[in-house]
């Protein structure tokens, strides 16, 4: 039987979601306590690499294993949670079809980027934090030209594995917060180091180091070398991945949990 199981991560102390050989993962960490937990072996699939920490309040794992008898569902998820260290948890597990995969039936993702505006010791782990206020007009402006079907080539990371680097953008934009800003971006994918590279860049426009114009022909020149650095990894999370109905119907998702709702 296959199952989607739906989890956050704090990715503080994690080199990331994959399993790499001699370092720690969140991948590993869950492979590990689900075959504790289902006494067999157990390897799951994720939606999506997050990098070295990088964080999810909602990443989404396929993995298949048969059910010891009388261990339903919910016992399983109580018990994958006590297993579990404290900086990983799952909040739902349901069955899917036998060809239901992770990564391959997501059609949409959400990241978000944190930005803190006022000192905060405990946002530290999970935001950057800037001295200076950004011009968030002139980096909306910028991101504007991000909505659409284009080649992300500028804000690849190189010696990625990707076949093709265009990417279909629904939405991209920052956002007032209170004692910040955050920026979301939603697309139907997303090349590796996307994220963290558009941010960057576009923190380059808000401090006037670069203009919205400049943005745009940095997108259009599918070369790399002019994207401005990538942002830190603390302030990124993976919030949001999406199905068709038929795989997650909404009436299973949790409620309360932002990264559920909508």
């Known amino acids: 039987m296959r199952y989607f199981l739906h989890l956050a991560y704090d990715g503080t102390r994690f080199h990331g979601w994959q399993i790499q050989p001699g370092t720690l993962t969140v991948q590993q960490e869950l492979d590990r306590c689900l075959s504790q937990v289902l006494r067999q072996p157990v390897y799951s699939l994720g939606s999506g690499r997050t990098d070295s920490g990088v964080h999810a309040s909602h990443?989404?794992?396929h993995f298949d294993a048969v059910l010891p008898a009388g261990l339903?569902?919910?016992t399983l998820l109580y018990r994958l949670n006590r297993a579990l260290p404290a900086d990983v948890r799952g909040y739902l597990v349901h069955p899917v079809p036998p060809t239901a995969h992770a990564r391959f039936d997501a059609r949409i993702r959400t990241y978000e980027y944190h930005v803190r505006l006022v000192p905060d010791p405990f946002a530290a782990p999970h935001a950057l934090y800037l001295d200076r206020a950004p011009d968030v007009a002139a980096m909306n402006e910028a991101a504007a030209a991000l909505i659409g079907d284009h080649d992300f080539t500028s804000f690849s990371k190189v010696g990625?594995?990707?076949?093709?680097?265009?990417c279909l953008c629904y939405e991209a934009g920052w956002h007032p917060t209170p004692g910040g800003v955050v920026f979301r971006i939603r697309a139907n994918r997303f090349v590796r180091g996307m994220v963290r590279l558009v941010v960057g860049t576009l923190l380059t426009v808000g401090k006037g180091k670069l203009t919205?114009?400049?943005?745009?022909?940095?997108?259009?020149?599918l070369n790399r070398v002019h994207a401005s650095g990538a942002a830190k990894a603390q302030g990124l999370f993976?919030?949001?991945v999406e199905y068709p109905a038929e795989l997650v119907p909404?009436?299973?998702?949790?409620?309360?949990?932002?990264?559920?709702?909508g």
């Open 250 to 261: 909404a009436e299973l998702l949790p409620t309360g949990l932002p990264y559920f709702a």
């Open 238 to 240: 993976l919030c949001r």
């Open 212 to 221: 919205p114009n400049e943005f745009r022909q940095v997108f259009e020149s």
């Open 160 to 166: 990625g594995s990707e076949k093709h680097y265009r």
């Open 59 to 61: 990443q989404v794992a």
């Open 72 to 74: 339903d569902l919910d």
